[in-house]
């Protein structure tokens, strides 16, 4: 299960094993959330890039946008077993989200909670994940956020983020583009207000004492999408 590539999305038999929990508890309910997380894992390298991140680490994980609650899955199968809280804006999401980890076992450990990012975060000592979600934040709650998320990581914790960069690039054109379609086609509620540039990344988690690592995580997507990955020392 470890030895997956970190930059490659899961392969066909690990994605469907996930995303079968999303499936409806009877066969004429809708699996929206069956195809939409089947795609996204047979399609998006997103989260063997942050398990290979958070591999190795105890420290509990604090999901910020955490959606359905993907990760928490993925961290399951992976044989990660850390404390993981998840947290989202959109109440709908927190409680199916919460309804299928119940159904599959995972609610041990894990808590979903409705946070509006944009007003505040809860507390926290550990790892943190920001994923797909610093674009929906303006400038100054970013930087507050990354701040805090500095702050937060224990000895050993990583803080692992995936965002589009601000950049002049297709690849960064093609992102912004999408993320408006995806509001605009009610995939997500909220609108893209900004993207941060990889110079403003560095310079504020630099700051924080956090060494920083970039890398492009596009697999065969057309987006501009880097993982970053912060820790301590
Ligand atoms: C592109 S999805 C990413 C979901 C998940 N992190 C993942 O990578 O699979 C962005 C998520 O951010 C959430 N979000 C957007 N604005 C937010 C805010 N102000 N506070 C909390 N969550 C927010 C959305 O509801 C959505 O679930």
Redesign the pocket.
Known sequence: MNSRAADAPFPPAEARTIARAFLPPRFYGNRYDYYYTLT?LRTDP?YPGVLAALRGTTAPVL?????LG??LHALRLDGQSMPWHG????AD?IHRGRRIAERSGLADGARFEV????QGWPPHRGSVAI???LQ??DAQAQGALLDDAAAMLAPGARLVI?SGLGDATGRGRTTRITDRLAHLAGW???IPKRYPTRTELETRLTAAGLSVDFQPLYGNTPFNNWLIVAQRG
């Open positions: 996204k997103l999901d910020l946008g955490c959606g993907l990760l947290v989202d804006i959109d999401k946070v509006d990012l944009g994923l797909d979600v929906y934040l995936r997500m509620q909220e």
